[in-house]
């Protein structure tokens, strides 16, 4: 009896040692997840301490993802907050009122202040004549012709450094006086060059409304026509008229003919002609003067002394207009001229454009109306360190 109690302890002992040394080298297993009493749930996978550190340093992979995440998406959203913002104060700057100040009326001639949204759909203007808004003023608007003898009287006015002073002028050089002592006054530059910052031609050429295009010849009774008071007979344009004047007949107007016309008149006699000489008393770049736009605007075809053809069509279609440089002499301007008076068909051919287009002239306000519209567009610092030399090369 003994023996086989001694048989059972052994057998206890060694099955307990086997139970020690199994659970030192294979250590149960924890589980993930675990279910009572309900067998029809699938049992969780379950983890050993090695994936256990996996799925802790995954953990804080993606808890420091979120964090990361988070932060950036409180900075999108700060982000969002500032642009909205900006985007607020631009939209407020954008619709508050511009304010222009004309200094000085172009050669004493007063424009409408209420024009520029009707016009050049420039909304927010205000125009004014009132020196005693100067300190508000956005803008200041000096004509060359009128200030130039003026500078050191402008030098002792107190600057705003925000507040742009504007060159304004439509002649051209040869017409033009030179600044003395006012080389560094000026913000910005408003002329009928198209390398101006506000850019102000004599006219335009746009697409024509439905009712524009309905465009009837005017009738005529006169074939070349020149309306002309400024006489120099060292112009070129004056050598030339001398010369066509010997194989075609021009009707001419004006002081220089003995023949004064009215303003009304002036526009009557144009309409009338077939062609019109539309001679620039001076040759620059882009100086394509009212000189061409009124004949394209009457129904009159241009025969032109300026640039050359290719900086006219720029602005104006090509079929609108003869340039002197299409024919070697005057002799063969006046050769075709009387042909497309033979020649309907040749004389209409110069209309083809007004299917699609319509000339319109200038407007005096359109300096100020413009300068309001580059004010708003653009902030950026500007100054004209060499006006003489930018104007007069």
């Known amino acids: 009896m003994m023996l086989k109690t001694n048989h059972v302890l052994i057998i206890s002992i060694m099955l307990l040692g086997i139970g020690v040394l199994t659970y030192i080298y294979y250590k149960p297993s924890i589980e993930l997840a675990s279910y009572v009493g309900d067998l029809s749930k699938p049992k969780v996978d379950v983890c050993t301490e090695e994936c256990l550190e996996a799925v802790k340093a995954e953990n804080d992979q993606i808890l420091k993802d979120c964090l990361v995440n988070d932060r950036m998406s409180q900075e999108k959203a700060e982000d969002k907050v500032s642009n909205l913002e900006t985007k607020n104060e631009n939209q407020r700057d954008f619709e508050a009122e511009i304010l222009v100040l004309v200094w000085v009326w172009p050669f004493g ?4 202040f209420d024009t520029c949204e009707p016009l050049f759909g420039v909304k927010n203007c205000r125009i004014t004549d009132d020196r005693s808004q100067y300190e508000n003023a956005h803008g200041v608007l000096f004509h060359l012709r009128d200030i130039y003898n003026q500078i050191p009287t402008l030098k002792k006015l107190p600057r705003f450094p925000l507040q742009m002073w504007v060159w304004m002028n439509n002649e051209s050089p040869d017409f033009s006086p030179r600044l003395s002592d006012g080389e560094d ?3 910005l530059t408003s002329n009928y ?3 101006s910052d506000i850019w102000s031609p004599y006219g335009r050429v746009y697409k024509a409304t439905e009712e524009e295009k309905a465009f009837q010849i005017p009738k005529k009774d006169k074939l070349v026509c020149w309306i002309v008071s400024h006489w120099d007979d060292n112009f070129p344009r004056v050598k030339y008229f001398n010369e066509l004047s010997k194989h075609v007949n021009v009707d001419g107007f004006g002081n ?10 002036y526009f009557n006699v144009i309409r009338s ?3 019109y000489l539309s001679f620039e008393n001076s040759i620059y770049k882009d100086y394509i003067s009212e000189k061409v736009y009124n004949p394209l605007v009457l129904g009159t075809v241009p025969v032109v002394i300026g640039p050359p053809r290719d900086n ?3 602005f104006i279609p090509q079929n609108a207009f003869i340039h002197i440089d299409d024919f070697k002499t005057p002799q063969d301007l006046a050769e075709h001229l009387k042909l497309a008076d033979q020649n309907q068909e040749i004389y ?5 454009w007004r299917k699609h287009f319509v000339a319109k002239l200038g407007h005096p306000e359109e300096h100020a109306c413009r300068t309001c519209e580059y004010i708003r567009m653009n902030r950026n610092f500007r100054s004209i360190r060499n006006i003489n030399k930018w104007y007069f090369g």
Do not use: A, M, T, V
């Open 256 to 265: 220089h003919f003995g023949r004064r016309i009215s303003n009304e008149d």
């Open 109 to 112: 001639e007063r424009f409408p």
């Open 348 to 352: 209409e051919s110069y209309f083809d």
């Open 273 to 275: 002609c077939k062609f």
């Open 312 to 314: 006219y069509e720029e």
């Open 185 to 187: 006054l000026f913000n």
């Open 193 to 195: 060059r198209r390398d």
